[in-house]
Every structure is written in C-alpha cells, then in structure tokens.
C-alpha cells in the first residue's frame, strides 16, 4: 500500500502512522503466536503464584537510604585494569546502556580521579579566593549557601572520553568506548556571585581553581567563562555531591571538558594570564599529526552515540518491531537533530528527540523501526543548534592525525549480526 501524505499532515507523520500499521499488524501476529502456544504448554510464569505475592516484604525501615532492586545488581560503574597505573589514578565508567532519560544517577556518574577519593569534613572545608581581587575572601560552606543559588542540567565528559578509538576500533562495549560522561542537575552559586563579592581588578583575566586532594588538581580557566555560566555546586540531583564527584564542593565548567571540572574545589586565584599547570601542558593538549599541541581545546563538541542496542547490550530477538536508542550533546548548545542510520550511511532516517532539550546537556533519541533480521552497521549524527556536524572518524583523522587521545566526537559503529550480538567495527 502507498504511504499518500494527507493535506496538513506532514511526511514523518504519515511514516509514523505506516509504522505503527506495521507494528500492531506484527504485533497482533505475535499475540495469536503466543495464544497458541499458551494453549498447548502454560506459561507458569503467569499460571502459577509467585512467591513474592505470597509473603510480606521488607518495612519501610529496611531501607533508609533507597538502592536499586536485587535484579538490577549488574548495572554498575566498571573500571579498566590496564588503562592506568593504580586504582586511585583511574576512571569508573558510566553503563551508558542500562540508562535511558537524561539523568545519569548519582551512583553511576563516571569517576576520574587523579590521587582517589578526598574525604573532606565540610565543617572544616573552606573555600578560598585570591590574586588580583580587591579584597581576598574566605567562604565556609554555611556562607556559600547564602547566596542566591541555581539548578542547572549539565553534562560532564572527560576530554579523553572515545579516546581509545583514535587508531581503530577496539573490541569494547559502548560503557568502556564511550562512558566517560554523564548529566545531572547541579545546585549551586554562579561563580560570578563570589568573583564580584571579592571584587575583580581590571588586569584580571584568569582564574586558577584548585582542589582539596592529594594531587593538589588545578587549571587556568578564562575570566569569561567564569562570568558566563560557572557554577560553585554542592548538590547534584537533588542531593549533596557524592564524594567521588567532589564532596563538599565543585566548580561547574559547562560544556568544556571535566579536567577544568576541579572537585573539592578549595581556592580559586584570580590572574592575569593562565598559568601552564601540568594539566595543561604534559596532559589534556591534542598531539597532532605533526608534532605540533593543541592547547587551550576547552569546548567538548557536538557529539552522539547509540547506546542500545551496542556489544553490551545485544538484541534478544531476531526480527521484528525494535527500538534504537542513545544520546547526543554539544558544548556549544543545544542538540538541533540527529539522524540514525542501519546500514552504514547509505541511507539516513531523522530520530526523534524526546525528553528536555536543554543547553550544554545531555539529549535522548529513539530510532523505531521493523528489523528484517538482516545484518545492520548502525550509526547516529548529531547537528547543534549552532549548525555543527558530527564528523567521521576518518574526517577527524585527517584533521588532526591520530597521536591524541583527546577529542574524539567521530561517528561511532556498531555492527549487529542475525542472532542479535553486536560488535564495535569501523566502516572503511
């Protein structure tokens, strides 16, 4: 049957409506399978009493601190044994493909840490700013929260997030590619609140935040993003920040790369030019083919990825109505589109982007469509609002070479066979 457009109704809406046809056409095909099997041997799952409706369960003093079912148990940060030297010098990455919305959950926001976890008393954590002020100040954790505060969605992703990919595919899941990241709601002061408590001189141009742990973390950032959107947070999703994403205190860079993200966050020092730190000079600066550092690459770019189905997450059927779903985000706005393909860029479809769109955050996005069984090499673009493509990996190896392991935003590709598994390939 011909998909005719309707007056007044657009083609995605006529597509839809042909999907969904489809859909309960197959679905209705599926139910009458069932029924017929249910006729010749019962599903006990359904037939029989369960235990857990028999007997009482836990009181409402069993649990004070709410956790995940038991069944649940696996969807958890995993590290990486080689990737770095110890434990405390490491990264947890985020199950990205047990996630669907936009809110990464507390307890599953990737870690990077550079001397492990500080445990930092907020009754004896001050915070500290310095340099070319007119009057150098000391907050404790009572007199920030006096100040006017904000709740802000931003994502946070380690500049070397895919960073592993620059020279090929590696035979990782979507957690251990690309987990580096993850959105939540931050509360907190803007920082250009305490800047103008303290009184900005007019020679002042950078900031230098540093942190309360043992690596003494710190990194020049400009004085104008400090004005713009820079936050001093203490919570995160309604609740204090846990202690591995900087308890009691953070600063907020949105949409620039998590380094600048300083935890425990107990100075800030005000300058007139950046001042080189380790962490940006030896590290987070983008080796190019030529031998030749890109410094200074604060802005994470427009970026997305398919999170299910991917290697850790494969299909559990062979054919049939199925969902593609993964995010998108951009440091330089918000997610104007992005389009999902199947079999490897021949053809692109639009997903539908649903749930908040909001700025310098995380977006969802779902492709529906009826699988053939055949197989597919599926892919995501994503478009920003300021008109920014997602590249190839091959685009961004001929830009850049492939001696970074920073600022990898390439298309990724996942290649699903007929029995459902999915692997990490690259289309050459």
């Known amino acids: 049957m011909t998909n005719k457009i309707k007056p007044g109704q657009s083609e995605s809406a006529a597509s839809r409506r042909t999907f969904l046809k489809g ?23 359904i037939t029989e009493p369960h235990e857990w409706a028999q007997t009482l369960g836990e009181g409402v003093d069993a649990r004070p601190y709410g956790t995940p079912s038991e069944f649940e148990k696996h969807v958890v940060r995993r590290n990486v044994s080689w ?9 947890n990455f985020t199950p990205l493909h047990e996630l669907d919305g936009i809110i990464t959950p507390n307890g599953l926001c990737f870690e990077r840490h550079h001397a492990g976890i500080a445990v930092v008393d907020p009754a004896k954590h001050r915070l500290m ?27 946070l992703e380690c500049a070397a997030n895919s960073g592993m990919e620059w020279r090929g595919a590696q035979l990782n899941g979507c957690q251990f590619t690309h987990g ?20 900005i001189k007019s020679s002042a141009k950078w900031l230098m935040p540093e942190g309360a742990d043992a690596s003494g973390m710190t990194r ?32 907020v860079v949105p949409g620039w790369e998590g380094n600048m993200w300083v935890k425990w966050l107990r100075r800030i020092e005000v300058g007139d030019q950046p001042w080189h730190a380790r962490e940006e000079t030896s590290k987070y ?3 190019m083919e030529n031998g030749k550092a890109r410094r200074f690459t604060w802005e994470m770019d427009c970026k997305s990825v398919i999170t299910n189905p991917s290697p850790q997450a494969p299909l559990k059927h062979t054919q049939g109505q199925t969902v593609i779903t993964g995010v998108a ?13 199947i079999d490897g860029g021949k053809n692109w479809h639009t997903a539908r982007l649903d749930g908040p769109s909001l700025d310098k955050s995380l977006h969802r996005f779902y492709f529906d469509f009826n699988w053939d069984g055949k197989p597919l090499l599926m892919q995501s673009r994503a478009i920003d609002s300021t008109g920014y493509v997602q590249p190839t990996k091959n ?34």
């Open 220 to 251: 020049s950032v400009p004085l104008f993003k400090a004005l713009d959107d820079c936050l001093v947070a203490f919570a995160m999703n309604g609740e204090a920040l846990r202690p591995e994403q900087g308890y009691p205190l953070r600063l």
């Open 180 to 199: 580096m990241v993850h959105n939540v709601m931050y509360t907190g002061v803007p920082l250009k609140y305490l800047l103008e408590e303290a009184g």
């Open 329 to 341: 985000w951009s440091g330089r706005g918000t997610i104007k589109r992005v389009d999902v393909t």
């Open 23 to 45: 859909g309960l056409a197959a679905g209705g095909a599926i139910v009458a399978g069932a029924t017929a099997a249910r006729s010749a041997t019962p599903d006990k799952a």
């Open 83 to 91: 990737l770095t030297a110890t434990p405390e010098s490491s990264v």
């Open 395 to 428: 685009e961004l190896r001929k830009a850049r070479g492939t001696n970074s392991i920073y600022h990898n935003n390439g298309i990724q590709t996942w290649h699903v066979r007929e029995n459902g598994a999915v692997e990490n390939v690259e289309i050459s």
């Open 129 to 155: 700013i310095n340099g070319l002020v007119d009057k150098p100040l000391v907050f404790t954790m009572d007199d920030l929260k006096r100040f006017p505060r904000v709740n802000k969605v931003f994502f």
């Open 285 to 287: 600066t983008d080796l």
